[in-house]
């Protein structure tokens, strides 16, 4: 691979990659000064306009919660270094509770108050859903029974009539939460504008292929309470954004025709659906 050209007023050096997926490629730099920061350069894909998004959502967080962005040219950010301790690393090191009482410390600082207007880029949440609404038109129109359109009315309610609008990350979850210098900080934002509820539902699914905790009730039950009362809201109704967001999910892994990840996250639907009859 040709080695990576950034701007120069960047002033880093000494490039690795040390991660790279379908839509960007990570290097760790070195700064002038001789701390590390991250590089991540996004390719030309599809939906590069979420990661865009992200780069706005880093710039209006200015570091409170979150990565701090030290440039932005074209498709490529600077980045903090966040460290390298994931939230699944303490959680396999001190448990599942532990994690989940780190992701709320954290939701809870990304949530504090902004003296900054929030961007103009961001996602109307309803736009995020477009798949799932689709999937359960096209589910309820062939006579076929699965959870979309149930889910999809539920996501219609949680949409017209949400507890708040906020500035949300859109894709909180165990491996987009490190810890460094500044403690625990977030990365990867897709720049949302909706209900936090939205963003406590992915931890549900999460550690991914975790069935042993994602489809444990007593799990389901103390993350519906605690991201509850972080964010103000009923229990049940968190639990209701997370059924939405796993058919969503599931709607996106039915597009990608990956029945093995749809099978899974469903299985997950129905465990929290149950908790939620109870509730």
Known sequence: MDRPVFPGRWKVSDP?????????????????????????????????????????????????????????????MLLEYAGDRLLTDELNEHGDRHATDIAVE?????????????????????????????????????????????????????LSNPHELRVLHGDLHHDNILHGKRGWLVIDPKGILGDPGFDAANFFYNPLHRHDLSLDPERIAYMAEV???????????????????????????AEDENEAEET????????????????
């Open 106 to 158: 954290v939701m809870a600082e990304l949530f504090s108050a902004s003296d900054t207007p929030p961007p103009a880029e961001l996602q109307p949440l309803r736009e995020r859903f477009a798949s799932l609404f689709t999937k359960a038109k096209a589910d309820r129109d062939a006579g076929k029974d699965s959870p979309y359109p149930e889910a999809a009315e539920i996501a219609e309610r949680l």
């Open 16 to 76: 690795i990659l040390i991660a790279e997926t379908f839509s960007s490629r990570i290097w760790k730099v070195r700064q002038e000064n001789g701390d590390p920061a991250i590089v991540k350069a996004l390719k030309p894909f599809d939906d590069v306009a979420d990661e865009l998004r992200g780069a706005h959502y880093l710039s209006w967080r200015d570091g409170a919660g979150a990565v701090r962005l030290l440039g932005f040219e074209g498709h490529d």
């Open 264 to 279: 899974s996250e469903l299985a997950v639907v129905a465990a929290v659906r149950a908790v939620r009859a109870s509730f």
């Open 227 to 253: 991201f509850a009362r972080v964010l103000g809201q009923n229990p049940r109704a968190i639990l209701d954004h997370a059924i939405a967001w796993g058919c969503l999910s599931s709607s996106w892994h």
